[in-house]
């Protein structure tokens, strides 16, 4: 065998290590240290790597339907809510729409592997949750998120803008849906965004004005193609940063949206709608059936839209469900019932203390009183007990003697009081 880097002249007497024929049989014969290879093998190899290649790939597409399918047996309605019941207290009507959400999107996404999808195509059902603030809008995303084996992204819409303007650009949603699923964008395909304070990116005015609304209507124009399903280009690391990096096209067509909002205000526009403020005779009786405390369950894409959200936006979310109100006895099961109860937190971390805290009669219902009071929602519990127990948690490393701290109402109102002042004793 010919030494050297290679032979092109078929004047070596060399041989191909793989076919065996020598170099006057084959096109070139090229000589490595370890032998030589023709150029016909390398063809075959290279062609055998391409089919071994979208074997691969098709084999990890299957082997992800086929997860898909095993995991679909345990994910019912039924099942998905009774798991959203772990964590979250009430909201038996949001639970269902998005328990059904998730179980679709499961199915279509099956679906759309089998034979009938050819004939048929099962299209994607987003989901608008409308609810006051701390009603566990943002609770409802997270717990799906621990559920699910797909990739789950939560973002929030008050940092988006125009393209253009400072903020980031709406295509940085499907970035940090990339980033849940490792870049692996056949997965990230068949994924779940939740876009949180929707609200924020409402038309500001009905009346035309010299400036832009590069935050609210401008927002929502961009956001039309990726909800409705198209192909986007997405910046791995983000489009404004770094604009020299290559684009990855991301289909959005089988992305399940599900967003969320406050929607302050938006019950004087439905009172308005159901006439709520007439007057004349007849009018309890044709009052008598609206809940005015609760004016959210009436809610229609006719009050989003008079709220500030664009028609074309509204069609491209098609399931529309509220979130109560959290009443005294709802919030005081969120204290203690949950998996991860606020209760239950304080006390773990006081265990890992050594001490076990005890709380007296009355504790639990003075720090939802006070959050009723200031209409703080379920986020104002943590703030209140924050509150009272600041001092204890500062002391309890400390102390010589471990044991039990007992925590009674006398001692919650003094640090309360002390914090927000007496008038949250009256």
Do not use: W
């Amino acid at each position: 065998m010919a030494k050297g880097k290679g032979t092109f002249d078929g004047k070596s007497g060399g041989f191909c290590c793989i076919c065996g024929r020598e170099d006057s049989q084959v096109p070139f014969l090229v000589q490595g240290s370890r032998g030589a290879i023709c150029t016909d093998c390398v063809e075959q190899i290279s062609a055998l790597m391409e089919d071994a290649k979208a074997v691969t790939k098709g084999s990890s597409k299957e082997s992800l339907r086929t997860s898909l399918k095993d995991e679909f047996k345990l994910l019912t309605p039924k099942e998905i809510h009774n798991y959203l019941n772990q964590y979250v207290i009430g909201q038996d009507e949001a639970k269902k729409f998005l328990s059904v959400a998730v179980y679709n999107h499961y199915k279509r996404l099956l679906f759309k592997s089998s034979e009938d999808s050819k004939e048929l195509e099962l299209e994607k059902s987003n989901v608008l949750m409308v609810g006051p603030t701390g009603t566990g809008k943002t609770l409802l995303a997270r717990s799906i998120a621990k559920m699910l084996k797909l990739p789950f992204a939560i973002v929030d819409a008050t940092v988006l803008t125009e393209a253009g303007y400072v903020g980031e650009d709406v295509e940085s949603i499907l970035t940090r849906l990339l980033q849940d699923a490792d870049y692996n964008v056949e997965k990230a395909q068949m994924g779940i965004v939740f876009i949180d304070e929707i609200d924020k990116v409402a038309r500001k005015s009905d009346n035309p004005s010299i400036t832009r609304d590069v935050s609210g209507e401008g927002v929502q124009q961009a956001m039309l193609k990726i909800l409705e399903g198209n192909i986007v280009n997405v910046p791995p690391q983000g489009g404004r940063k770094h604009p020299e990096q290559k684009m990855i096209a991301v289909d959005t067509s089988n992305i399940l949206f599900i967003c969320g909002g406050a929607f302050e205000g938006i019950e004087k526009k439905i009172a308005q709608r159901i006439n709520t403020q007439v007057v004349g005779y007849g009018v309890q009786s044709r009052l008598g059936d609206i809940d005015t405390k609760d004016l959210l369950k009436y809610i229609a894409p006719q009050d989003l839209r008079a709220y500030g959200l664009i028609p074309e936006l509204i069609g491209r979310l098609p399931v529309i469900t509220y979130l109560h109100p959290l009443d005294r006895e709802a919030l005081l099961n969120i204290l203690t019932k949950p998996k991860n109860a606020l209760i239950k937190q304080y006390e773990y971390m006081f265990k890992l203390d050594g001490i076990k805290l005890v709380l007296e009669e009355g504790v639990l219902d003075f720090i939802v009183d006070t959050a009723i009071k200031y209409n703080l929602g379920a986020r104002g519990l943590r703030s209140i007990c924050e509150a009272i127990m600041v001092d204890a948690m500062y002391d309890a490393p400390s102390r010589e003697q471990k044991g039990e701290f007992r925590l009674t109402l006398d001692y919650a109102k003094e640090k309360v009081a002390k914090l927000t002042g007496s008038m949250l004793l009256k």
